[in-house]
């Protein structure tokens, strides 16, 4: 934490700035009293995207995978010779 009074916060204030874009915590005094605070302005927020991921790494949710998209449903099987897609067309 850096303290640092108005007068030499007006003198310095782009080095001031800069040191809490930095990370540090700028605590502004007036008289030897806390009056302010400079701290980092929070990063954009999280696409869609980055969350999803966060999501599937703490095993939240699971990502599809290509290998599963890429296959073709494997095909119902009946008594009959007949598809189940034939069957459901000819009960129709």
Same mark, same amino acid.
């Given at each position: 934490?850096?303290?640092v009074g108005v007068r030499d916060l007006k003198a310095k204030l782009s080095e001031y700035l800069d040191k809490a874009r930095l990370g540090n915590e700028v605590i502004v005094t007036?008289?030897?009293?806390p009056i302010a605070r400079l701290i980092k302005e929070p990063s954009k927020? #999280? %696409?869609?995207i980055e969350k999803m991921?966060?999501?599937a790494e703490?095993?939240?949710i699971q990502l599809p995978s290509k290998d599963?998209?890429?296959k073709?449903?494997?095909?119902? #099987? %009946?008594k009959s010779k007949m598809k189940a897609s034939e069957i459901l067309l000819n009960d129709r």
């Open positions: 934490m850096i303290y007036d008289h030897g009293k927020q #999280k %696409t869609t991921y966060l999501l703490k095993g939240i599963k998209q890429s073709s449903p494997t095909p119902l #099987k %009946t």
